[in-house]
């Protein structure tokens, strides 16, 4: 599904998320390079809560910018299905090779603050992470590989 109507088909659960949802639209509407990171005010990204496929444990991984416990995701990059960038990022940040959507459609939309940092010693300026969230769900047998950064 395009992501402008699946981001206008999603229902939002409280007044928050129904406001967030309607700064993501103005905002994709005005911004064509929104799927870019080169968009330096905001850009599209995509997470996933992991969950085994019995529904009772939840994969977290360690986001070492922030120093904290954190789901899954990362930049569109120019992908236009947010559902496969968040498989792609699922499998890139922990090492398993079989993802899959319990859902299809979002469950959730963030409007994250990202604080000025270096990554990979450049320097990145403030802007914020309009983040589309899934759910995925993967074997627990299946190994994971930590991703240094």
């Not at 659960?13 to 799927?35: C, H, K, M, Y």
């Not at 991984?61 to 990022?89: F, K």
Request: hydrophobic residues 45%; glycine residues 4%; without cysteine.
């Amino acid at each position: 599904m395009d992501y402008l109507t699946a981001i206008t088909a999603f229902k939002p659960g409280s007044a928050q998320e129904q406001a967030d949802q309607q700064t993501f639209i103005r905002f994709i509407n005005n911004n064509p390079d929104v799927l870019l990171r080169e968009n330096k005010i905001a850009h599209l990204t995509s997470s996933a809560l992991i969950f085994n496929e019995a529904r009772d444990k939840l994969l977290m991984i360690y986001h070492n910018i922030y120093q904290s416990w954190s789901w899954t995701g990362g930049h569109a990059d120019g992908e236009a299905d947010l559902l496969q960038v968040a498989i792609r990022e699922a499998k890139e940040e922990t090492g398993l090779n079989t993802v899959t959507a319990m859902y299809d459609e979002i469950i959730s939309l963030d409007i994250l603050p990202v604080f000025g940092h270096l990554k990979k010693n450049q320097a990145v300026s403030a802007h914020l992470h309009l983040s589309v969230a899934y759910i995925l769900s993967a074997a627990e047998d299946e190994p994971l590989a930590i991703k240094p950064d």
